[in-house]
């Protein structure tokens, strides 16, 4: 059984038992979430919406708040002394899928 939902402008492919990474959540360790914006459902056969399923969520919990390891970001121009380095830690939430509901 897997699930397939939309949030923070992501699609991810999920079943239950999964530890998966979402866009930083405004939710504590602990709390239980809900993702409304499900495109489809697989149990025994697939079900896909159009483009939702009105019925179905998938059901996590948060295990923690956190931040990605630093990217650098630098540009360069040969010839013309341009150097820029930039930085970006993105924000994350670490979501332990618990079921998918579907009526």
């Known amino acids: 059984m ?4 939309r949030t923070g402008g992501k699609e991810y ?3 239950p038992g999964d530890l998966v990474r979402v866009e930083r959540l405004r939710a504590e360790p602990g709390s239980g979430v809900e993702f409304n914006h499900v495109l489809a459902v697989r149990k025994q056969t697939l079900t896909v919406g159009s483009p939702l399923l009105a019925d179905a969520k998938v059901v996590g919990t948060v295990q923690r708040n956190a931040r990605a390891r630093k990217v650098r970001v630098f540009k360069f121009k040969a010839s013309k002394q341009y150097r820029r380095t930039r930085g970006h ?3 994350f939430s ?7 509901v579907t009526a």
Do not use: T
């Open 2 to 5: 897997y699930a397939i939902f």
């Open 13 to 15: 492919k999920v079943s």
């Open 89 to 91: 830690r993105q924000d």
């Open 94 to 100: 670490e979501v332990l899928i618990r079921d998918i």
